[in-house]
């Protein structure tokens, strides 16, 4: 398999393609494509590795080929065994699922307006309101899912799984932009950032040299 991912430092949904890949536990090669340099725009139409989405990250499997994250971890659970990324429970799988699927498709404005940038440690002074509520959201979301769940371990539903794979960039961004959360939440934080593969990811994403300007402007105004 070939996994093919955006800069480190600012790509949150390679990141999730990547630690999807991980947990499966099947061997993959990895290459990174600087997003927004030069060579992008002309990649995007004429490289076959990112066809047909002209996006990141895309997983090829022989003729194979998965372009979203969320389609990229449900592809290798059904290789590897879908117990490998979600809980057993009925009901608690039915959480994980559902908030996976949220992250997927909400939170627009904490995206917009704290774009991940793993290098950087940025006081965000000026938080919308409508930020504001994607974190208390997230927030809530966390907390139940380790009351309820969290029994097994320091991650959402216990063990690490699909749910930690889709929330880790917005741990890097809560840590990026300071953003105040209570205590249970800090352990659950720190428990992802120190995972072992976060922190491959994250020496990986220092020692970029690649830096794009739109993420390091527009963060947190």
Not at 14 to 40: I, P
Not at 115 to 130: L, V, Y
Request: aromatic share 12%.
């Amino acid at each position: 398999m070939k996994l093919i991912i955006g800069n480190k430092n600012y790509s949150s949904w390679s990141l999730r393609g990547w630690l999807a890949a991980k947990q499966s536990g099947l061997h993959f090669e990895e290459l990174t494509v600087n997003l927004f340099g030069e060579e992008w725009e002309q990649a995007k139409q004429s490289s076959e590795e990112l066809q047909p989405s002209g996006k990141v990250p895309v997983l090829w499997d022989e003729e194979t080929v998965i372009w979203d994250s969320l389609a990229i971890l449900e592809y290798l659970a059904d290789k590897v065994g879908r117990d490998r990324f979600w809980p057993k429970d009925d009901t608690a799988r039915g959480m994980a699922r559902a908030m996976v699927c949220e992250m997927h498709s909400s939170y627009g404005s904490l995206r917009e307006q704290c774009p991940m940038n793993i290098r950087k440690k940025i006081g965000a002074d000026e938080i919308s309101d409508q930020t504001k509520d994607d974190i208390v959201r997230i927030l809530t979301l966390w907390a139940e899912a380790r009351a309820r769940f969290g029994q097994g371990g320091p991650y959402l539903f216990g063990t690490f799984g699909a749910a930690d794979i889709f929330y880790a960039p917005v741990v890097s961004r809560f840590l990026t932009y300071g953003i105040g959360v209570p205590g249970f939440a800090e352990a659950y934080m720190q428990a992802v950032w120190e995972h072992p593969w976060m922190q491959e990811w994250i020496e990986a994403a220092e020692s970029e040299e690649w830096v794009i300007e739109q993420y390091e402007d527009s963060a947190a105004k």
